[in-house]
């Protein structure tokens, strides 16, 4: 079974690597999430080099069929969120998951 990785988790990794105190290490992993939620809900992108990159995306409004009944609605405009890994990100876990790497 996989692990997911939390907020707690991190601070208690940063705690392990940098020695500075629980609280303050809470605090930094806090800024670093609130930074990057601030920047994202004011339309911008936010790049982070060696991982990936969080974009924003507008979609249209169409229309969609509701599986059940077969009847059309319309599916309303809205702004998506979509994170694409770094090639750099895809190798390491690839690297590590099959035990292969990119030619």
Known sequence: MTKTLTRADLSASLYKQ???SLQECNSL???????ICT???QGDNV????FGTFSLRKKNQRMGR????????????RTVLSFNAS??????????LTGTTKP
């Not at 090639?87 to 590590?96: A, F, I, T, Y």
């Open 18 to 20: 940098l020695g500075l």
């Open 66 to 77: 509701n599986p059940k009944t077969g009847v059309e609605v319309p599916i309303t405009s």
């Open 87 to 96: 090639n750099l990100l895809k190798g390491k876990v690839n690297e590590k």
């Open 47 to 50: 790049k982070l080099s060696s």
């Open 39 to 41: 920047s994202l809900e």
């Open 29 to 35: 992993v806090d800024s670093v999430i609130d930074e």
